[in-house]
């Protein structure tokens, strides 16, 4: 099944393996897994990703590792927030922490900008999806892209307000986190419609997707909402929730979105708890409430298995966009399935793409809205499949056990890498569920505050603000 419209423009850059190679900061030595889970120690492992990877001279954080990658510039965005939590947990201090922070925010900000095909790392304030690890400069012909330049921006905007202290170091992260977020052009970006364009291509201009209906773009739309220099109108809003698709699906009615990354990314830096817009008003629940649905709908899928694929049951489940065992159109259980390669992986009303294979990122990314079935989840994968899933830097991507196609795949296929995109809900999400740090440092955020009330939120910890 081909990845429909809204998907396409987020993840076809995923896909590509350039010769690019990442320059690691200083990658750990791997450590023998303990004989019982934790989610401190998976947190610690999963932020060590994003310490240890990152360039040295840029402070950009590789798209995938080992296999040699760009620089995802969503990645980084999480990065930038994952060393929160590194401090946080006192895993590094303050003042690395800082000096990490502040060296990647001098780099974006240097980068140069511009119309040109090359030579630059962005445009009108955005960024391109991937980047050269080293300088920063477009990767080959990919899109500069709005949905990575808003979690790149929510990642620069959560220590912004996380560094308030009274050093020159502290002082100029905030200055350049203000200055990087308020130079992105978000009206530009509309292209004279209603919402948002998914990207632009300087050699053929904007690309045909645009952002509507429910996905992981609502931190997007509400941070260029609330803008003070490059505003999109308010009414923005209303044109994104008018293509909702409200369905019931495996026994839970809430907005549809396939792959459970679409319920997770925006949650990250907004506690959507209690507040409300006129659509969820009208429905009588809020978003969280709807990303806690979201996640027991995929569960019950996983029950009740359909595709009859190994591993599937109450306690291992959960699709997203995440890699897979390559293409591949082989027999299974008297059908014929088509094994990918990534893909964005997921169950709803009207979308279904499922070959077997699973990523802890959506157990671990879903974590504060259902701990009482992902914690389990989490736990059942590391005792099952133990080191073959489970490393250095926590779970690897995903992993199949229905393939068993190929030298090394007779007990089930396991990725070799890890991503950083869904590193990052890992990491983060367990840290806003056992203190909600990043949640708690968007609250005090006066652009995101003010982009909620002009999009008709109300309510809960908003009504304080």
């Known amino acids: 099944m081909r ?19 990442a320059s ?30 990152a360039d040295t001279t840029s402070g950009l954080i590789p798209d995938r590792y080992p296999t040699p990658s760009f620089s995802s510039i969503a990645a980084t965005g999480f990065g930038l927030s994952a060393y929160l939590v590194g401090i946080d947990q006192q895993y590094i201090s303050r003042r690395e922490g800082a000096a990490r922070v502040l060296k990647t925010l001098r780099f974006l900000y ?56 009274d050093s020159q170091e502290e002082r100029e992260i905030r200055e350049l986190a203000d200055k990087l977020y308020r130079r992105v052009d978000w009206a530009w970006a509309l292209n004279g419609k209603d919402i948002l ?149 997921g169950i709803a009303s009207g979308y279904l793409v499922d070959d077997g294979t699973l990523a802890p990122t959506a157990a671990g990314g879903s974590l504060p809205f259902a701990p009482e079935i992902c914690i389990p989840a989490l736990e059942a994968m590391y005792d099952t499949y133990g080191s073959a899933l489970y490393q250095e830097y926590g779970f690897k991507d995903s992993f199949n056990p229905s393939f068993t196609r190929g030298k090394g795949n007779e007990k089930g296929w396991f990725d070799v890498d890890y991503l950083g995109i869904d590193q990052g809900p890992i990491v983060l999400m367990i840290a806003n569920n056992h203190s909600a740090l990043i949640w708690n440092m968007m609250k005090q ?20 603000k």
């Open 3 to 21: 990845l429909p419209g809204i998907m396409t423009a987020v993840f076809a850059g995923a896909l590509l393996l350039g010769a690019i190679s």
């Open 445 to 464: 955020n006066l652009y995101i505050v003010r982009g909620l009330k002009k999009a008709g939120f109300a309510g809960g910890w908003l009504g304080k």
């Open 197 to 345: 364009s998914m990207g632009w291509h300087p050699e053929s201009g904007f690309i045909s997707s645009y952002w509507y209906g429910y996905n992981e773009a609502m931190v997007l739309i509400i941070m260029a909402i609330g803008s003070p220099t490059h505003p999109i109108p308010a009414s923005c809003w209303n044109a994104w929730t008018s293509k909702y698709n409200w369905s019931n699906s495996y026994g839970f009615s809430h907005v549809n979105f396939g792959p459970l990354f679409g319920h997770q990314y925006s949650h990250i830096y907004i506690d959507f708890k209690g507040i409300k817009d006129d659509y969820m008003r009208a429905k009588g629940i809020d978003y969280f409430e709807n990303s806690r649905r979201a996640t027991y709908s995929q569960q019950a899928y996983c029950r009740a298995n359909p595709g009859k694929f190994a591993g599937y049951g109450r306690y291992i489940w959960g699709l997203t966009a995440c890699d897979g065992p390559g293409y591949a159109r082989l027999p299974w259980k008297g059908k014929e399935v088509v094994f990918d390669g990534y893909s964005a992986r």
């Open 24 to 53: 690691p900061q200083n990658p750990t030595t791997p450590k023998p897994i303990p004989q019982k889970f934790s989610l401190q120690e998976l947190e610690f492992r999963t932020f060590k990703y994003f310490w240890d990877l």
């Open 110 to 165: 240097r980068l140069p900008q511009g119309a040109d095909k090359t030579g630059v790392g962005g445009y009108k304030g955005l960024f391109y999806h991937f980047l050269d690890m080293h300088t920063g400069m477009r990767f080959k012909d990919v899109e500069l892209s709005t949905i990575d330049t808003g979690l790149l921006m929510a990642g620069i905007l959560s220590c912004l307000e996380y560094f308030n202290g």
